[in-house]
C-alpha cells in the first residue's frame, strides 16, 4: 500500500489544481520568507530565521517549477517540490517547538504559533496534490 493519490482536487482537474496549490503555496511561502527576513535578537535564533528564509526561498523557486509543469510537462519539476516540502515541514515542526519551548503561549507568539499548525496541516494536503501530480506526470517512487 503506498501514498493516496487524487484524482482530482478542489473539484478541478488535477493539472489545475496542482496549479492553484502551487500559487497558493507561493504566496504563503513568500509571506513567510518576507516575515522572517526581520532581524531577531540572539544568535541562534537568528541561525533559525535566516535557515528559514533559505529554506523559503528555495521552496518559493520549487512552486514555481510546479507552475511550469502545468504548462511543460516534467516529472523532474515536480519532484522538487516535494523534496523542499518535506525539508521545509521538517524545518517548520522544529521551529515551531523551539518557539514555543522558547517563548511559551502569550501574545504574538501564540498567534504565530496557531499560523504554523495551520500551515503545517494544509503542507500535507498540499504535498499529496503535488504528489498525485507528480503520479500523473509519470513519476514513478519505489512502491511502484
Known sequence: MGL??????????????ALIVAIVDLIFCGGAAGHASIIRTGDILNILWFLAVALHIAHIVACILVIVSVFVPKKEFPCIYLITALIRFIFDIILLIFIIIEFGFKGDTLITAIILIIYLVLTVYFWLVIYSWYRKLGGHTPAD
Do not use: H, N, R
Request: include cysteine; proline fraction near 7%; charge should be neutral.
Open 4 to 17: 493516496p493519490t487524487f484524482s482530482s482536487c478542489c473539484c478541478l482537474e488535477l493539472k489545475w489544481g
